[in-house]
């Protein structure tokens, strides 16, 4: 019995250096730690407040400086001053921006390009509430728990392509007979020796590591060759029962954050983002050797969401098409290749698209 007892402890201290040396290892090449969110408001993740956070990747790094809401943000005054225009812009990592400095961000230099207007009515200030992996449910609760307090003039609720299939797959999204979502109580913390593993593991840049590249094997077709990518699948021209009623959902819960944008007195528009991979041909080319020879219509997602958008009477504005028009004027790809998200370019490109949508449709004041 005392020797399975020390074999046991002999295999679990070698697991327990092996883990401390990769941890170390990461570390020491620049990964950011998972220890980057808190809880906050109604349980809601945020990005810790008040904190410079080194986050690299292997084809960029940069230092993400958070405000005291938790975002990656400038400070913003939780009472907005006389004279001030104030837009929430809501989103999931390409609203969180973690790979661009702040003054990069789409939300900040569209702040810029409104308050470079003259005349101008108003002072502009475009708040960013952008936190990854979430789709539009969670958007309406981040608007409720953090947003709405600002008194935003107008909502930009931003889309991403995965939006649909996270919502799909929120358990805790329900809605009554009125099709009005039904809200889950607020997430509680756990304590004990349960939030001490659940601290121990968030703080982890091994585990978060290998989670993402498990992720990672799971969604990649060409390892999976039996079972196509949810990237692929959004886009064929006849979808199956998940992701027919994924889009049902999808309508209902953008009905609902407009309801929910109008009762605080804001305004809603939806703006839909963009892959590099459906504006660059370079990247086409290689996406197109994991759809196993399926047709694919590229634009389907943004052709549903202006069905809806114009059945529910809110503004809509699709990136995609003109990330690509712009593609074909200028060189050089508006994303990381190794992250997926927006570079410098890409934040410009989508601030330059939404300033120009912005004065069109007469919806910021002036």
């Known amino acids: 019995m005392k020797s399975i007892i020390s074999r046991i402890s002999i295999v679990l201290f070698g697991f327990f250096l092996a883990f401390i040396m990769g941890e170390a290892a990461l570390r020491w090449l620049g990964y950011a730690a998972s220890d980057i969110y808190t809880q906050g408001h109604g349980g809601l993740l945020i990005l810790n407040p008040n904190k410079n956070i080194h986050i690299r990747g292997s084809c ?6 958070t405000n005291s809401y938790g975002f990656h943000s400038r400070e913003y005054l939780l009472e907005k001053p006389e ?3 104030r837009i929430a812009f809501i989103g999931d990592s390409y609203m969180e921006a973690m790979q661009v400095k702040q003054d990069k961000t ?14 101008r009515s108003y002072e502009y200030e475009v708040i960013p509430f952008g936190i990854s992996s979430h789709g539009t449910y969670k958007s309406i609760l981040y608007f409720e728990k953090y947003a709405v307090k600002f008194k935003p003039d107008l909502i930009i609720a931003a889309f991403s392509l995965n939006d649909a299939q996270d919502d799909a797959l929120e358990f805790d999204v329900s809605f009554d007979q009125d099709d009005k979502v039904i809200k889950k109580a607020d997430i509680k913390p756990s304590g004990g020796i349960l939030k001490s ?3 121990i593991l968030r703080k ?21 060759s039996d079972k196509l990518s949810a990237e692929v699948e959004i886009l064929l021209p006849e979808y199956n029962n998940f992701w027919r009623d994924a889009w049902i959902r999808q309508e209902k819960l953008l009905k609902n954050f407009k309801e929910e944008a109008t009762k605080n007195n804001s305004n809603f528009m939806l703006v839909s983002l963009t892959d590099g991979y459906r504006v660059h041909k370079d990247l ?6 994991t759809t196993q020879g399926n047709s694919i219509d590229l634009d389907k997602p943004e052709k549903l969401l202006s069905s809806i958008a114009q ?15 712009r593609a074909q004027k200028e060189q050089g790809n508006t994303i990381w290749p190794c992250d997926g998200h927006w570079n410098e ?8 698209a939404l300033f120009d949508y912005l004065i069109a449709q007469k919806l910021i004041g002036n």
């Open 60 to 65: 960029f790094q940069n230092d993400v400086k």
């Open 83 to 85: 004279g001030v225009f």
């Open 106 to 119: 789409v939300a900040s230099l569209l702040e810029q390009k409104l308050n470079s207007l003259n005349p």
């Open 197 to 199: 593993v659940k601290k």
């Open 204 to 224: 982890s840049v091994l585990i978060t590591t290998l989670r993402k590249s498990y992720l990672t094997v799971l969604s990649n077709p060409e390892k999976n």
């Open 284 to 289: 086409l080319e290689k996406f197109k050797a």
């Open 311 to 325: 059945k529910n009477s809110f503004p809509y504005l699709a990136l995609t098409p003109l990330f690509r028009e």
């Open 345 to 352: 370019k890409g934040h410009e490109w989508a601030a330059d």
